[in-house]
């Protein structure tokens, strides 16, 4: 059974950095996308960032170079750096994996995304 575990979030004023973790077990689907999603209050779950196997990574428009997307070798752990955060990315972020491709947040949807974490939450102050 996939299980994925998130920690890092926590409050933090504008400005500031965070970096979110997602470890993985039980993961057979090595060889299919990761990435993160986030979701604030009233609004829907929306793609941040994704990676593949092969360690590329790809961002949403709204990160604008801020957010680092990594993993490591055995991709049983993921990683998110964010930079620079608003007010705007104040949300319950969410690790997610295991979906055939493309490993873009330009594309994929939440509803296509078969295990999900249980979310970390980020809380930006202006």
């Known amino acids: 059974q996939v299980q994925l575990a998130e920690s890092g979030g926590e409050p933090v004023q504008a400005g500031g950095s965070l970096k979110l973790s997602c470890a993985s077990s039980?993961?057979?689907?090595?060889?299919?996308?990761m990435g993160w999603f986030r979701q604030a209050p009233g609004k829907e779950r929306e793609p941040v960032a994704a990676?593949?196997?092969?360690?590329?990574?790809r961002y949403a428009d709204f990160v604008k170079g801020r957010f680092t997307l990594s993993q490591d070798n055995t991709r049983n752990n993921l990683y998110l750096q964010m930079n620079n955060l608003e007010p705007d990315d104040s949300a319950m972020y969410y690790c997610?994996?295991?979906?055939?491709?493309?490993?873009?947040?330009?594309?994929?949807?939440?509803?296509?995304?078969?295990?999900w974490g249980q979310g970390t939450q980020v809380t930006v102050s202006s």
């Open positions: 039980g993961n057979p689907y090595s060889s299919y996308c």
């Open positions: 997610a994996a295991a979906w055939p491709g493309p490993c873009d947040p330009k594309v994929v949807n939440a509803r296509g995304v078969p295990y």
């Open positions: 990676i593949s196997s092969d360690g590329r990574a």
